[in-house]
Each structure stands twice: as structure tokens, then as C-alpha cells.
């Protein structure tokens, strides 16, 4: 209904300093039928909202866009909204639930826990403008640009890289499969570095648009500081291709000290980490 998307929109408004995704995203979930959006209402208004979608064929529900409007935070309505996604997943024959959230969101992490999710990875997340990482002196290798074909190949081949069988971007998680790398290749970019058959680093872009402009995120998956390096700079690079100023980074936690020293990344405060966490059902 017309209303229920103003009160989401509404509610919206209050996260993140209005810079919540979900107003860019809401129709499309809204007509997507993996979609399973569901909301709380409170004296006739959508107070609350959250969505389970359905990836990997139907085998893995990802939960998502879980919002509360402040004025009725703390009364167990993102508790119900969560396990009725629960529920529905169980109903739908969900093998396995997927939710992301920041390090220091208590509230989040609490509703997971509650539920039985567990933490499988953890990024560092930096989100940065391109003129403040434009002073570093790196020379980095050569890097490829492969098709979801060629990427599926190099992450099950000889590979120095470890993704745990999944790979996220964009606070999202596709696991490694030849169909979901394949299906997801039109929406983003897979760049590849490599020493023969060996991959060394392995990394996926991609260009959101919103109404603050365009921004490029990136996720990189790297063996060591160099591989890590060229990546880094390649995806500086994507980003004058793109003409974007903005940019957001995912990397292993044990890289984030790069960012810091040699991207000069410690200057920007709106740093987080991001979750991964999962249950089976
Ligand atoms: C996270 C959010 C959805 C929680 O909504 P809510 O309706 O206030 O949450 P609930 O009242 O159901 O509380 C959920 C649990 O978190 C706990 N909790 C709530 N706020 C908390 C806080 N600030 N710190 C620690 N724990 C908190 C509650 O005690 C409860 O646990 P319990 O059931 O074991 O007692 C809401 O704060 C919100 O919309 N935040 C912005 C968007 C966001 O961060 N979404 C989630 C990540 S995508």
C-alpha cells in the first residue's frame, strides 16, 4: 500500500542520519518475489519493518532493512519482527539464515544472538572521499578483469586467497557457486590478480546510485600486504573510470592497518566493522 511505504519512508528518515539504503531499494523488494517483507504497526502506522530475502535458490534467507521508528524502540518490536522472519523462514524450508550488522550495534547483535546466529566473518569497513587517498605513492601490479565464470574458476582453483566460500559486498554475502557469481556479474566488477594459475588477490566492485550521487564499494580479499596494495589502487583507479568521489571499502580485518597508514585512512572517523552471521535451521 501507498501509506505503508510512507511510514517506512518516514521511519527511514530517522536512520543513519537519513542516509538509510532502504528508500532507494523499498519497490524493488517490494515487487520481488524472493522477497518477504514484513511490518509492525502501532496505532494504524508501519512502525517497524523487515525483510527476508530468499537467495541460493530458496536454500538461504538474508535478513535485512530491520528498521524501528525511535519513538517506539525498546519495546520488543524488532524481537517480533526477527522471529516471525524466523518462522517464516522455517515455513519457506530455509536451509540457513544470513544477517550482517556493525560491531558496535548492541541492539542488533543482541536480536541475533537471541535467534541462535553466530558470527562467521568479521571486515573492516572505511568509507572515504577519493581526494583524501590521493597522495599515496604506490606502484601496484597489473590486475585482470574477469567475467563470474572466470572468477568462480579462480577462487575454486590453486588460490592463496581464502573468502570461506562466500564473498560479500555491499554489506551482502553470495556464496561461491558458478551460478551466483554468474547471475551477479552484470550488476559488478571481478578483478583478479594472479601468478600463473595461482590467484593471489580477488576483488568485486560495485556502483550504487543514490541521491547523494554515485559511490563505488569495493570488497577485497587479498594473501598479503602487495596483492592487497594493487587491489586497493586498482579500485582507486575504478573509481576516476566511474567518476565517483565516494567510496567504501571491505577488507580483512588484518589489512585495515594499510588503510590507515598508507591510504591515510586514520584522518576519517566513520570507520565500522561489519558481522557476518549465520544459522542453520
Ligand atoms: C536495531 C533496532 C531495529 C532495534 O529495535 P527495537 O524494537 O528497539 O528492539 P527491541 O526492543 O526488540 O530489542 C531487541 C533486543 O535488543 C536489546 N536492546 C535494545 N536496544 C538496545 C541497546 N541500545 N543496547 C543494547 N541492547 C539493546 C533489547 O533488550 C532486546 O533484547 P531482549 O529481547 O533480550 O531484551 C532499532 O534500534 C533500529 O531500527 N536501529 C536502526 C537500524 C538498525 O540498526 N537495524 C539493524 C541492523 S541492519
Known amino acids: 500500500m501507498i501509506s505503508d511505504k510512507e511510514d517506512v519512508l518516514e ?26 517483507i514484513f ?11 523487515a525483510n527476508l530475502r530468499l537467495v541460493e ?27 516471525r522472519l524466523v518462522d517464516e523462514a522455517k515455513q519457506l524450508g530455509v536451509e540457513k539464515l544470513r544477517y550482517a550488522t556493525a560491531f558496535d550495534n548492541d541492539a542488533s547483535l543482541k536480536l541475533a544472538s537471541n535467534i541462535g546466529m553466530k558470527k562467521v566473518d568479521e571486515f573492516a ?5 577519493y581526494s583524501d587517498t590521493k597522495d599515496h605513492n604506490i606502484i601496484a601490479s597489473q ?6 565464470k572466470e572468477f568462480y574458476k579462480c577462487l575454486t582453483g590453486q588460490s592463496k586467497v581464502d573468502t570461506k566460500g562466500h564473498i560479500v559486498y555491499d554489506w551482502k554475502v553470495i556464496d561461491v557457486t558458478l551460478k551466483g557469481l554468474e ?3 552484470e550488476s559488478v566488477e571481478y578483478w583478479v590478480e594472479k601468478s600463473g594459475e595461482i590467484l593471489l588477490s580477488a576483488s568485486i566492485g560495485i556502483l550504487h546510485y543514490s541521491n547523494h550521487g554515485s559511490a563505488w564499494d569495493f570488497t577485497i580479499y587479498a594473501s598479503n600486504r602487495e596483492t592487497f596494495l594493487s587491489q586497493m589502487v586498482c579500485h582507486l583507479e575504478r573509481m576516476v573510470v566511474h567518476n565517483t568521489a565516494v567510496g567504501s571499502c571491505i577488507v580483512q580485518p588484518e589489512f585495515e592497518s594499510i588503510l590507515l597508514h598508507e591510504f591515510k585512512f586514520s584522518d576519517i572517523d566513520d570507520t565500522t566493522k561489519m558481522l557476518l552471521l549465520e544459522r542453520q535451521l
Open 125 to 129: 569497513i572505511r568509507w572515504f572521499n
Open 143 to 148: 590486475l585482470q578483469q574477469v567475467s563470474g
Open 57 to 83: 535458490e530458496g536454500k538461504i534467507g538474508w535478513m535485512e532493512a530491520l528498521r524501528v521508528h525511535p519513538e517506539v524502540r525498546g519495546l520488543g518490536i524488532a524481537r517480533k519482527l526477527t522471529e
Open 183 to 185: 547471475d551477479l556479474e
Open 39 to 49: 511490518g509492525a504497526e502501532v496505532n494504524g502506522k508501519i512502525m517497524g519493518v
Open 11 to 36: 521511519i527511514s528518515r530517522h536512520i543513519w542520519d537519513g542516509h538509510d539504503y532502504l528508500p532507494h531499494i523499498f519497490d524493488k523488494i517490494m515487487n520481488d518475489c524472493s522477497s518477504h
